[in-house]
Each structure stands twice: as structure tokens, then as C-alpha cells.
């Protein structure tokens, strides 16, 4: 229980903090903002009208406030380009990035975890050394490129898969599961390799450890002791890393959603950033900040209940 | 790039023309022609209905046509609402609404014939009321703030019958008349923004931010001959350019608008192309009131030191028209010919005028170009590199499009940019910048001839001599090496093999209605 | 057959030396000048003029590959070096004092590491404008959090060990802790989040221009190369190979020799 209010209370600090990182972060944009945000043929009276609108003329610590009071109550004000509340648009657009990282992260277990095992346990072997420094190369390649080389060779010239675009899930589950396969893989690719090297590690790391030896004097099978013991113990600190894979997977999907024209919070973000629709980039900022922090809360409630040694680090 | 709803027309007089008489011909010849083709096709086993997809690189700023800024969303929307008129392929302005107009002694008042038993998409009628409540929003009759300021200069409108409405302007204004193919929208009708409504050829059906604008066939279109024959258009919104080729090429796109050379490479045989000149300039606009720039030497040295047919053959794979001037021959009734090679590429001469000048061993220019448009960015890098030659060393500075609206197009702060203005019917909207009060001429040019020749030309009556005034201004811009016109790139649509009835017209108009699958 | 395991170590080092000497020569010499163009060998394939073919401008692929491997570099190594300087003084601020100053830097940090980095990227770039300084100061406040987590733990864990806590007993200076006994034993993880780090941030520079966001031209750069070179992908695929090839080169380079490093340390402890 102490632990849980422990967590609870960094977890509003940092919160907290991001907040305050976002908010100062676009005090500093150079110009009226209200100014960039109308164009070329603003009238003075728009300007100022704006300026009202978005609070310009108040001190920054009460604009501060009354951005947080917002977001207390699902406020998050209105987007100057789509005219609508935020979080409207918000509404439109999670489903997407969600379903994109859920898909990412699935691919990520299913296929890291497995070829990580592999690399382990044929260590030192030649076909090891090749395979794992070929993962690698998933870390090493653009994402976007690799987009590219994805839709190029599953979608244009075996047509398995669609090239861009969104089925919603209620309308058409494969079509859906096929609109997002490629663009989740793209994204996956860095957090596979992730995975397999981290495994990998952790595995060598534990066969290393007494118990493992006692297992073997013991007489027990090489195959029993990886799957029984060794991997149990590898794959806890695995789920320290899930909080990374997360936070990398929302960041990959700002820029895979271009390459797949996929209408999620990363080309959202993109677009409000070209019309420097200041309200809208905000909130998304902090949404996605939160949302990774919430995550990361998760795992390590997770993390704890899976392994209860662990105990109050400082 | 900039865009208005004001689009033009040519070929009118201020006199009293009935527009029914020319113009309602010209509509017969072209449904004749439709007639005929589309009767052939049926023949050839055209097949009517179908869905087609359209990809957009951008996506909508708003379906409230009186909101909208964007090129390409008036060009989608433009099939949900009719104006008075409407323009054909050769900028000439075609009855729609209207049947016809007359223009008063003093040029003053117009008065309009409506078309009857037209209704809009929720059923309504429509009538003069519609126009008078379209036109005095746009002009801010009531609020007394325009909508659009290309509307300012109407003072009153008027019902006189169902069906004639008469529009009174302030002063003389021969560019009015080709703004009257703004969108009427129904009146006291005030939803335009979530579900638009006009009278046009399309009705609109969802639009997802992000995704897809979604048009469906108007039925009980008036226009005879120009029913839609296909059932459905969805506009799919996709930024990345190389996605939506790869989309086309499998098979899930139908209509790739403004695709790159490269792009029809990669495509092959797999579509039809249709593509002309855009009625765009793109320019190295020079700001003349900078050091060495403002004077006429320098100015002229770096149009002789520019190749133009080089920067064409690479930034544009020689798919573009050079231009001499600020005007583009896709509208060859007010273009003045001959100005593009005014400057004939001589670095001899170039290095010459720099020494006159003073400037023998060059300067520094900074070149501000938009970041966001390549094209732009490739354009700027050849131009750095041909200036080199007669020592101007140029300084490549890419800005975000929407600070290089503030810095250079709202306060001219800048020595040297490069950017394209696209397509205007109105002759005057196309030079008008370059009249030195004018509130956005960042290129600082002032010329007083220049100034007197636009001022008469707004005011002539006379079609032909207006024309003849345009050509002089254009020259006056050369002469006076205002800036460097360089191109007016090729506009290429790709089509899937199968869909047929896209045209080109001197703006960027999409005619949804003539498509139609053929096999 | 332990042998094998530093293979990678090997390709690592050699991949990484090869883009060094690459980077060296271009400072004295390119195969052409790589800015100047050459309307009449447009996109020409890879030949014994041109080794890696000419670009859509006729400009010779393998000079602006060598020019753009100075930018890396210099991205690579300036993001680190402020990402290591703030990361290390944060780390060690919180790490040595610990108590409420480490329980504010770390939510900070935590609060830093919410942000997926290339979000923190495009959000410092647009308030900043584009260009290499500020893709370099964006690419370098990304790498903070990794270097203060790390240089964190490496002085709580060191700070417990007996030889640290007698040196403390004796009364030495922090400082002289610091870097008598603390910085040696923290350099390899260090060293290890340094390589990660570089090729994060040439991988982070691919992305933002991909996006438009990174470094603009004239300044040549392999993620703005690999973007320009994606209209040609039918009528010349070798340019947007071999671009897209010298960035995966590179962090697989620098990744390998993180990954060499490690194992070398491992076996040493």
C-alpha cells in the first residue's frame, strides 16, 4: 500500500511537470501567435479578437491555471482549424493510434520473444551472430523507409494488404486487421530488435546464475531448465522495457501514420503543426505524454505484482 | 497557391451583351459534343455509376465555401455548389445559375436572369432571394464587414422579380463580373460548415477529418447533358505523395491530381494522363527596395545569368512553360507573347551589368524559399548555383510556409524568395500585385507607368483595348525586370486506365461530372 | 565458439572506422564538388565516373554522401555531448546527493521521458524553427533523460561500495570521489549509452526530415538525401538505396559496437 501511494504521488509529479514542460514550451514561440495562426489576410480586429480568444493578454501564471482547470474538466478548448473541441477531434482519433500500438505491440511479443529465445539459446553459434546482428538492422533502418519497402512489396506487388487507409473495427474486422497489419509491423521493427537484444542479455545473463548451474547438476534437461526456470526469470526485467516499446511505439506511429495516411494522433499532429493550431498541438502533446506515463504506471504496478521481491527503491 | 473563390472570366463586354445569345450556343456546342461522346461510349459499352477515388495531399479547411481558403478544397467543393457562372476550359465564363446579364450605361448596376425550377439539395427553390442573401453576406451588406473584400465594392442588391436581381457596385470595376461564379448557397441556410448544401452537380455526403470527403450524384441536376455519370466521388486524404503513387498503382486510387513526373514513371502504362499548363507563375521575385537589388542593373544581370530552360529541364523534367513575365499563355487573350526570351541567357552580359552596377565582385543574397514545397526548395538550389557565376553568392534560407507568409508575403521582409502564385481568370488579380500601393506587392516594385496602365485597364470598357492594356503592364514588368518569371509548370493528372472526361482548365477545377468509367 | 560473440563487436568497429575516414577525407577532398550540378547527367546509375550515380540535380551521389556524413557526424556528436553534459549533470546531482533533490530531478526526468523523443524533437523544432542548430539542440534535450538515468544509478550503486563509503570515511572530497572512484566504474555504461545515443540521433535527424522538419538545404544530410531521393524510386532506386543503406550502416555501426562493448564488460566483471 506504501508502495502504491509512493507511486501514485511521482505520478502526479510528473504529470505535473509535463504540464508545465508544454505550457513553457509554447510561451516561447517566436511572434504573435495569434498572428501565425490567422495568415496573410488578418485583419488587426481578427488579430486582437484571437488574442482574447486564446487568453494571450492574461499573466502566464493565470493562463497556466486556467489550463489545467481544462483539462480537469474535459476542457481542452477549441481547435482553431477545425473549429470543433478538442476534444472531439481527440475522440476521432485515439482509436486509431490505439489500435496501431496495440497491433505494434502484439507483433513485438509475438515475434521478439520467440527470436530472442532462439538467439539466446544458440548463442555463440555462427547462425546466431548472423541472425541477431540481422535484427539489428531493425533498429538501424528508417522507419519510414521501411514503410515504403512495405507497402511496395506486400501491398502493390503481392496486394495482400491495402496500401494507406483506415477501416474502423465494427465495420470490417479483417478489413480493419489488414488496414493496420503493415503500418503496426513498420513500427514494430525497431521494438523487435529491441526486445530480441534485451532478451537475449537477460537470458545469457541468468545461465550464468547458481540456480541454473544446481539445475544442471541436478540432471535436469537443458530444455527444462531454459523454459522452467531461466526464461520465467529473463522475462520479468523484459517487462521494464515494455514502458519504453510503448512510448517509442506512440512516437513511431507520428510518422509511420504519414507514410499509411492513417488518421491518428500522429498525423494529427503533424497537420496541426503546419497550421500551427497551438490549442489543438498542446493538448496532443499532453495527451500522449499522459497516456505513456499511464502506461508506464501500469507496467510497474504489473512489474510488482509479477515479482514480489521487489521492494521500495529509493 | 494563394486561393479565392473570385475566379474569372474573358471574353465579356461591359455593354450590354445577352449572355443566353454567345453563351448558351457555346453550352450547346459543349453538350452537343458531350452528347455525342457520351453517346458513343454507351455504344462502346460505357458503363454508367461507379465510385471514384480521388487522392488529396491536403486535407479540407472548411466546407463553408465562404470559409474556405484552400485551392484544393474549392476544387472539391466546387461540385456541390453552382455560382451564376461558371468558367469552361478556356477561362470563358459559362451560364450556370444565371442565363444571362446586362450591364447599365455607367457600368454600375447589373442585372441578372436566374434559371427557373433549379432547386438545391434539401429540395428547396431556388430563387433571387438565395443570390441576394449569398451576395450580401459575401459583401458584409448587413454587418458591414465583407465576407470576402473581392465583394467590398457591391453597395446594394436588389429582388426585382423571382428571378432578376440586380447588383449596384460602388465605383467601375471590370474584373466584377468574373467573380460572379462564387457559390450561391440557400438562404437563412446556416449550417455550411457541417452539412453544405448548394445547387451543383454533387451533393455532399460525409467528410472525416483526416480521411475522406465523400460527394454523391445530384439526380435532378438542372444543367441538361451534365448529370454526373458516376455515383460517387471519395476525395482520400493522403499526405505522402510516394504512398498515394503506390496506392494508384495498386489499384486503390482512380485520380492522382498534381502527380510528379517521376511519379507517371513509376506508374506507367497503368494510367492516362491528362496535363497542360496551370495558369501559374512561378518567379524568383527579387525585393526591389533591397541594397543592390533596387537597382535596374542588378536586377536585369540576374535574368540574364538564369538559365530557365535548365532549371525546366531539371526541377520540372522539362514538363512547363517558360514566361518572360507575370502571366502564363494559358490565357493567351490577355497574354503578351515574346517576353520569355526577353533575357536571353549571357553571362557575359550579366557580369557586364553587375560591373556597371558596381558590383563587379558580386554580393550576398539571401534566398528565403517555403520549406514545404520542394519543388520551391530544387527551383532555389539551381538558381544558387547559376548565380554563382556572376559572383552573387547566394544564401539558401528555407522557412516554414507559414512564417514565410509573415515574414515575406505579409511584411516583405526578405531580399529574395522563390514561390508560384497559381491560376487567376482575372487578368487583374494575376498583375495587380506589382501596383505599388497595392497592400501584399512584396516585391516592392513601383512604377508609375505600371500603375497608370492597370488603373486604366480596370476601368476600360472596351474588351480588346483592356487586353492590349494588360500586355503592356506585363512588358513594363519585364522591361523593368520586376523580378525573374521563370515557368509555368505542367499541371498532370493521372488517371486509372478506364475513366475518362477530366479536363484542364486555366484554374484548378475539378469537372466531376464528365467522368465516367468507359470499360 | 565464444569467439563468435564479438564478431559484432568487429563489423561494429570496422563499419564505424569507415564512415570516420569517410567523414575525414571529405574535409579534403570529394570526387566532385558536391553541390555542383549537372543538368546533362541527370540521375545517372552507378558508373565509373559517378561511382554511386548522379542525384535529379546531376550532382554526384558519393560527394554529397561524404559531405552528408560531416553533418552526421557533427549531428551525432554535439546532440550526444549536450545530452551527456545536462544527462550527467542531473544524473549525478540526483545520484549523489539523493533524498529530495534526486525525487525532483527524477520526475523531471520521468516527466522528459513521456515525451516519445522524436515528439520532443517536432515540438522543440517548431517553436524553434527548423534547421542544424536547432535539430541538434532538439536531438540532444532528447538525449538527456537516457545519460541522467544512467550516471544516476552508476553513483547510487557505486556510492554503496565499500571502497567508496572507506574513501567517504577517510574523508575525501566529493569531488575527488567523483572522479577517483565513482566516474571509472560508471565509463563503460556511459560509453554504451553514448553509441546509442549517436545512432539515435541520426536515426531521429532521418525522421524529422522525412517529416520536414530537419536539417534544410543547402546543408547536406543522408535523412534529407533519403526523402529527396523517394520521387525517383522507379527511375533511379539506387540513389534511394545507397542513402537509405549509408544510414543503416551507420547505427548498425554504432549499435554493434554498444552492443560489443557491453559484452566486453560483461565478461570482465
Redesign the interface.
Known sequence: MKYFLYKAS?FF???M??SI??FF??Q????NPA??IL???ADEQQVIQLEEKLGLNNPPMERYIDWIKGIFQGDLGDSL???TPVIE?LQ??IPVTLSLAILSILLTVIIGIPLGILIART????Y??IL??LT??G???????FG?IL??LF??LL?WF?????VPWSEDFVGAFKSFFLPSLAIAVTNIAVVI?YLR?TIL?QSKMDYVRTARVKGLSERSIVYGHVLRNALIPVLTIMGMII??T???S??IE????L?GLG?????S????DFPL?QSL?MY???L??VI?FIVDLLYRVVDPRIRLK? | MKATWAKGLSYLTLTSILLAGCASNSTKTESESIGTSSGSSIEQSAKSGGVVRFAMATEVDSLDPYQSAATDTSSMMDNVFDGLFDTNEKGELIPNLADSYEISEDGLTYMFQLKEGVKFHDGSDFSAEDVVYSYSKLAGLKTGEPMNSKFAGISSIEVVSDYEVVVSLKEIDSSFIARNIVAIVPSDYEQQSKQPIGAGPFKFKEYKAGQQLVLVKNADYYLEGKTPKVDEVQFKIMPDAQSSILAMQAGEIDVLPGITEQGLMQLGDSVEVVSGPQNMVQLMALNNSFGPLSDIRVRQAINYAIDKDSIIDTVAEGKATKLGSNFSPAMDFYFEEGLENFYETNIEKAKQLMAEAGFADGFDLQLTVPSDYQFHVDTAQMLASQLQQININVKIEPIEFSTWLERVYTNAEYESTVISFTGKLDPFEVVGRFVSDYPKNFVKFDNEKFDSVLDSAVKEKDEKEKANLYKEAQRILTEEAGSVFIMDPDRSIAMANGLTGFKMFPVQKYNLEDLEFTE | MKKNRSIPLYIGITLVVILFIMMITSLFYTPYDPNVMDPQARLSPPSLEHTFGTDNFGRDILSRVMEGSKTAFLIGTLSVTIGLFFGFLIGALAGYFGGWIDEVFMRFIDAMMAFPGILLAIVLVTVFNTGMQNTIIALGIMSIPSFARIVRSGFIQVKEFDFVKASKAKGAGSTRIIFKHILPNIMSSIFVAMTLSFSGSVLAEAGLSYLGLGVQPPDPSWGRMLKEAQPFIASSPMYLLITGGVIMLMVLGFNLLSDGIRDVRDKKA
Not at chain 1, 491495402?162 to 483506415?166: E, K, N, Q
Not at chain 1, 503543426?273 to 500551427?276: F, L, M, Q
Open positions: 511521482t509529479a510528473t504529470i511537470f509535463i514542460i508544454i514550451i509554447f516561447v514561440i517566436p511572434g498572428q501565425i495568415g496573410i489576410d482549424k477545425y473549429q477531434i476521432d482519433r548463442d555463440g553459434k555462427w546466431s551472430v541477431s546482428t539489428q538492422l533498429i538501424a533502418i528508417p522507419s519510414f523507409w515504403f507497402i511496395l501491398a502493390v496486394k491495402p496500401t494507406f487507409g483506415y537484444r542479455n545473463d512510448a517509442d506512440i512516437g513511431g507520428i510518422i504519414n507514410v499509411f495516411a488518421p498525423n494529427l499532429l503533424i497537420q503543426i503546419t497550421s500551427r498541438i502533446v500522449i505524454a499522459i505513456v506515463v508506464n529509493g
